[in-house]
């Protein structure tokens, strides 16, 4: 009798119990559907309780769990409250981010520092909290959405290039440390996507012009293109898939 999982059950997501950071809207919350389409229970996160429900609503079964991810005791507080009360918490996609743009030599200290813990703070607030648990369990998926500034700069974006370049080796130091316990840990660094993040350059028909020559796809990502990725990096399919950063671009890191 044949053992192993047929190729599209390694995609298959029910059972599991999904916590996405910052997902009321843009990326977060078109991850946070897909991976409820691919079957798992989704748990969605956010500061804005309003927002969250508006989110929870368009979600059949989403659950809420509200707190400040850039809070190291909150986030804590709030991840063990919910594996006791609820349940494990099987896969986190750590979204919760922000942009803020100026000149390198103009930029605010205080928007740096904001930058810091919501780009990064967060990935290791609640990447810690969780993988506690699933270390105990010997399992577990972790998902940092990183960028394609990982990889690339832009003017007046330094700082959050800085910061999306330490999410890229966080995931590999969490993959480091933690492979060993049976954990996941990867991430999804997406290119241009037509995201509220993103708002001022869409609207910017020089920056969409620009984009659109220097894409090989030729045009800005769609949110739904990323569902795919973070489907596999949460299933049985990425097994042996650990501290990898996967780009989703339309090509652009890929050319000159």
Known sequence: ?????????LFDLKGRQALVTGSSQGIGF??????????????????????????????????KLAFDATDHEAARSAVDGFEADVGPIDILVNNAGMQHRSPLEEFPADAFEKLLRTNISTVFNVGQAVARHMIKRGAGKIINIASVQTALARPSIAPYTATKGAVGNLTKGMATDWAKYGLQCNAIAPGYFDTPLNAALVADPDFSAWLERRTPAGRWGKVEELVGACVFLASDASSFVNGHVLYVDGGITASL
């Open 1 to 9: 009798m044949r053992e192993e999982k047929l190729a599209l059950e």
């Open 30 to 63: 078109a991850l946070a559907r897909g991976l409820a389409d691919a079957g798992a229970e989704v748990v969605l996160n956010g500061r804005d309780e309003t927002k969250l429900a508006e989110a929870a609503g368009r979600i059949p079964g989403a659950k």
